[in-house]
């Protein structure tokens, strides 16, 4: 069982930045493959990115590459989504999720966090 948790959204004006935080527990956190996924009103849950339990293999969705940097941190259980050159589109719930598979298909992720809100102003 893991329980994720998502932190470091807000309200942030276009171009700016934010660093989301997703904490896990459990000892196995090492061996889960994490994801980012978001949510905007009205729109269906999409990918963002993801990273494999080895921290050198990332996804992007396209929408996003070259802007936003996932990463992650086994010895704190964290994974982190450094969101740079932010838009309006932007602008969703953003969950974070684990798998003991790296992939880039939200149903196949087995454990969700709660969410965390960021809004981007134009």
């Known amino acids: 069982q893991v329980q994720l948790v998502e932190s470091g959204g807000g309200l942030v004006q276009a171009g700016g930045s934010l660093r989301l935080s997703c904490a896990a527990s459990?000892?196995?956190?090492?061996?889960?493959?994490m994801g980012w996924f978001r949510q905007a009103p009205g729109k269906e849950r999409e990918f963002v990115s993801a990273?494999?339990?080895?921290?050198?293999?990332?996804y992007y969705a396209d929408s996003v590459k070259g802007r936003f940097t996932i990463s992650r941190d086994n010895a704190k259980n964290t994974v982190y989504l450094q969101m740079n050159s932010l838009k309006p589109e932007d602008t969703a719930v953003y969950y974070c999720?684990?798998?003991?598979?790296?992939?880039?298909?939200?149903?196949?992720?087995?454990?969700w966090g709660q969410g965390t809100q960021v809004t981007v102003s134009s």
């Open positions: 990273i494999g339990w080895n921290p050198s293999t990332t």
């Open positions: 999720a684990a798998n003991r598979l790296l992939t880039t298909r939200g149903s196949a992720y087995d454990y």
């Open positions: 459990g000892r196995t956190f090492s061996t889960y493959a």
